[in-house]
C-alpha cells in the first residue's frame, strides 16, 4: 500500500498573491499610523491632566507666555498658545479659559 504524503504546498494564484499584498500593505499603514498617534499624544504630554489658565481682567497673552517661558523665545509661546486653544486672534476676554502647555 502507498501512502500519499503530507498534503502538497500551497500555492496562491495571482489574484491570492494581490489580495495578500494589499492585507501586508494595510496592516503595516494601520502599525505605521498607531505608531503616529502615540508618538503625538505622548508629544503632547500623553494624557495627563491638562493645566487650565483663567484669563483675569488685564491680562494677555503676552503676559501669560512670558510668565510660562521669561527664558523662552515669547513669540513661540504665545503661537503655542494660540495654535492649542484656536484662537483667531490675541485679544482675551476676563474669565476665558485657555489650555496651557
Do not use: K
Not at 495627563?48 to 513669540?75: F, K, M, N, Y
Request: hydrophobic content about 45%; aromatic content about 2%; proline content about 6%.
Amino acid at each position: 500500500m502507498v501512502e500519499r504524503s503530507a498534503e502538497p504546498p500551497l500555492r496562491l494564484t495571482r489574484r491570492g498573491r494581490a489580495v495578500l499584498v494589499v492585507l501586508v500593505a494595510a496592516v503595516f499603514c494601520l502599525v505605521l499610523s498607531l505608531a503616529r498617534v502615540t508618538s503625538l499624544a505622548s508629544s503632547r504630554g500623553g494624557g495627563g491632566p491638562a493645566r487650565v489658565h483663567v484669563v483675569q481682567s488685564g491680562e494677555t497673552l503676552w503676559g501669560i507666555a512670558r510668565g510660562l517661558a521669561p527664558e523662552g523665545d515669547t513669540r513661540v509661546v504665545v503661537a503655542r498658545l494660540a495654535g492649542m486653544n484656536q484662537l483667531g486672534t490675541t485679544d482675551l476676554v476676563p474669565g476665558q479659559a485657555l489650555r496651557l502647555p
